[in-house]
C-alpha cells in the first residue's frame, strides 16, 4: 500500500527494515553459543555458561508453526488497534537452527483455519499501527503456500 | 515424615469469591478471623504475619502484610510480604513455613486479597519499552488468553483434545463448585452452553477462560509442637511440602510474557517443562508420588489447561488426560477429583489470594468438611499454580 508516512520500527533493533527478506535480531553467546532473543546484553542465561559477550545474530526468517490461536477481542492498551477493530492470529514459531520459539503476529487475512501445527512459515514486515507521522512496523509470520494473499493485494 | 519438615495448619478462612469492588483489605481480613477463629487462635497471639501482595494501585499493594498486620491492630508481631504474581500466597505460605521451622515463631498468619479490575489483565502503564509484560501487548497484541490458547490448541493437534472435552472440564467445575458458599459462580452449564459462548482465543471460548475476582484467603500456621498442645492430639492437618521453584534452562515452553522460549541449541536433552518440575518438587519434598494423592486443586486458567495439569502433576501419562477426564476420573467419586472446589473456572483469580485457596480447600477436603462437595477419604491432596514471569507452586496437604 503506497503511503508518504515516515516508516519506522515499531520497536529499535529487534529486526531489520529489509522488506524483502526481513529478519529478527537475535544475541548469540560468543561463549556457549546459546541464541535469545530479544537480545541479551549483559548475562548469558545458560546456567553452565559464565558468558557475557554476545554477537548479533540474524534468527532464521522461516520456521514450523508450533501453536496459534487468534484475538477475537480487542487487547488492551499499549496494544493501539485499528479503527474498527479487526482481528488477527497470533502464532508461536518453531526455529531449527536456534531450537527456539518465537511469537509473531500472522499476516492480516491468515485466519486460524489456514494454520496447523507444522505449518510453514516466513518472516514478513507489517504496519502495527499508524499515526498522522509514521508508520509503526512489527515483524508478522506468513505462511509460506496457501493462506490468504490478501496482504500481497 | 519428622517434624522437622512440617507445618501445623491450625485454620483456614475465606472472603467469599466475586465482584464486590469494596477494598482489598476488607476481604483479607474476613478470611484472617475466619483462619483465627478456625483455630482458636486469638490475633494477639500472632507472632508473624505474612501478606501476599496484590499489584494494584501500581505499587505492591500498600505492602500487603504490614496493611493487613495495621488493620487486625498493630500487635508488634513480625512480618513479610511476598509479590510472586499467581504464586504470591504460596510463597506467603513459605516464608511462614520457614520462620516455624527455624523455630523463629510458632503460630504464624498468612493472608492474601484482591480487588480486581474487570476484563483482561493489563500491564503496568506508561511507556515502558524495557518491561516484556508491557511489550507483548504494544507489540503482539498478546493477552494472557493468548497463552493458555497457544497450549490448547497444541493439545488438540498432538494429543487429539476436542473443543467438547475442554467445554466438559467446564461442565464438571461448574457441578464441583455448586454448593461451594465461597464459589463466585454457582450455576450448572452444559456442554452446549459452553461451545456457543463466545470465541476469545481459538479454541477457548469465554465461558473457558478464568474471570478475574475479589476474595481474600487465610491460614494460621504453627510448629507441629505447638499443635499438638493446642489441640492435645496427634490428628493434624499439616502442610507437607511446598515447592516454589523456579524453571530449569532451557525453559522450551513458552511461557507468559515472553516472547520467545529459551534456545535448546547449545545445551544437553531438556528436562521436566516448569510445570512438571514444580509437582515433582513438592513430591519429592514430601517423599510421596501422584499414587498417594486422593485430591487436586489446579489452577484452571482455562478449561483446557486443567488438562495439561492432570500430566504435569502425574496422575496419568502425556496424551492421556482427555482419557481421565472422559472416563470421570476426576470428578467427584472417580478416581483422582480434580478442582472439587469448582477451581478458578468456579471462582475467578484474586491472584494473591488463590494459592491460598487452593490450600484452604485441601484442608477442608482433608477434615472431611467439604460439604456438598467432599471427595470421599481425602487424607492428601495437591495444589498446583504458574503465573507470570517464572513463578509458579505446589502444596502438598495431608491429614
Known amino acids: 500500500m503506497p503511503s508518504a508516512k515516515t516508516r519506522v520500527p515499531a520497536i529499535d533493533g529487534w529486526f531489520t527494515l529489509d522488506d524483502d527478506a526481513p529478519t529478527l535480531l537475535g544475541s548469540r553467546c560468543t561463549s556457549c553459543g546459546t541464541y535469545a532473543f530479544p537480545k541479551e546484553t549483559f548475562f548469558c542465561r545458560n546456567p553452565g555458561c559464565q558468558g557475557k559477550e554476545f554477537a548479533e545474530a540474524p534468527l532464521s526468517r522461516r520456521g514450523t508453526v508450533w501453536s496459534y490461536t487468534d484475538a477475537c477481542y480487542q487487547p488492551p492498551k499499549p496494544y493501539v488497534a485499528a479503527d474498527p477493530y479487526m482481528p488477527f492470529s497470533i502464532a508461536a514459531v518453531e526455529l531449527a537452527a536456534e531450537q527456539m520459539v518465537v511469537m509473531g503476529q500472522v499476516v492480516p487475512g491468515v485466519g486460524v483455519d489456514e494454520l496447523s501445527v507444522g505449518t510453514e512459515v516466513e518472516l514478513v514486515l507489517d504496519t502495527l499501527y499508524e499515526d498522522d507521522e509514521h508508520e509503526y512496523i512489527v515483524w508478522k509470520w506468513k505462511p509460506v503456500s496457501g493462506g490468504s494473499e490478501v496482504s500481497d493485494a | ?399
Not at chain 2, 224 to 233: I, L, N, P, Q, T
Not at chain 2, 302 to 309: G, I, K, M, T, V
Open chain 2, 1 to 399: 515424615m519428622p517434624d522437622d519438615k512440617r507445618v501445623a495448619v491450625l485454620g483456614a478462612g475465606m472472603h467469599p469469591w466475586g465482584k464486590w469492588g469494596r477494598n482489598f483489605v476488607e476481604y483479607g481480613l474476613a478470611a484472617a478471623g475466619d483462619a483465627l477463629s478456625d483455630a482458636g487462635v486469638a490475633w494477639t497471639d500472632v507472632q508473624y504475619v505474612s501478606g501476599a501482595d496484590t499489584i494494584r494501585n501500581g505499587y505492591p499493594g500498600f505492602i500487603a502484610g504490614a496493611t493487613f498486620a495495621q488493620a487486625l491492630g498493630w500487635t508488634g508481631a513480625r512480618v513479610s510480604s511476598s509479590y510472586a504474581a499467581c504464586a504470591s500466597g504460596a510463597q506467603a505460605v513459605s516464608n511462614a513455613r520457614a520462620q516455624i521451622l527455624a523455630g523463629l515463631c510458632d503460630v504464624a498468619l498468612v493472608v492474601g486479597a484482591d480487588t480486581t479490575p474487570k476484563g483482561f489483565f493489563t500491564p503496568v502503564g506508561g511507556d515502558r519499552k524495557d518491561d516484556p509484560d508491557w511489550l507483548r501487548f504494544h507489540l503482539l497484541g498478546a493477552t494472557n488468553p493468548t497463552y493458555f490458547a497457544l497450549y490448547a490448541r497444541r493439545r488438540m493437534e498432538l494429543f487429539g483434545a476436542t473443543e467438547t472435552d475442554f467445554a466438559a472440564v467446564k461442565v464438571k467445575n461448574a457441578r464441583h463448585g455448586l454448593e461451594n458458599p465461597y464459589a463466585r459462580y454457582r450455576k450448572e452449564v452444559t456442554i452446549d452452553e459452553v461451545l456457543s459462548s463466545p470465541m476469545v482465543a481459538d479454541p477457548l471460548r469465554l465461558l473457558e477462560i478464568c474471570a478475574t475476582s475479589d476474595g481474600g484467603a487465610a491460614l494460621v500456621l504453627s510448629s507441629m509442637e505447638f499443635a499438638r498442645r493446642h489441640a492435645g492430639s496427634d490428628k493434624l492437618v499439616t502442610i507437607d511440602a511446598v515447592s516454589t521453584v523456579t524453571p530449569r534452562y532451557p525453559q522450551t515452553v513458552i511461557e507468559m510474557p515472553n516472547f520467545s522460549t529459551d534456545s535448546a541449541a547449545s545445551t544437553s536433552t531438556p528436562g521436566p517443562t516448569f510445570k512438571q518440575s514444580v509437582a515433582l518438587a513438592a513430591y519429592e519434598e514430601a517423599g510421596i508420588g501422584p499414587e498417594d494423592i486422593n485430591v487436586a486443586e489446579v489452577y484452571d486458567l482455562s478449561s483446557a489447561l486443567e488438562l495439561d495439569w492432570y500430566e504435569d502433576i502425574g496422575l496419568c501419562k502425556e496424551g492421556e488426560a482427555e482419557r481421565m477426564l472422559r472416563d470421570g476420573d476426576t470428578t467427584i467419586g472417580g478416581r483422582i477429583p480434580v478442582n472439587p472446589s469448582g477451581g478458578l473456572s468456579c471462582f475467578g483469580e484474586a491472584i494473591p489470594a488463590q494459592a491460598i485457596a487452593q490450600v484452604c480447600e485441601l484442608v477442608w477436603q482433608v477434615r472431611g468438611q467439604a460439604e456438598g462437595r467432599q471427595v470421599e477419604g481425602a487424607r492428601v491432596g495437591i495444589t498446583a499454580n504458574q503465573g507470570l514471569f517464572g513463578h509458579g507452586s505446589s502444596i502438598i496437604v495431608a491429614s
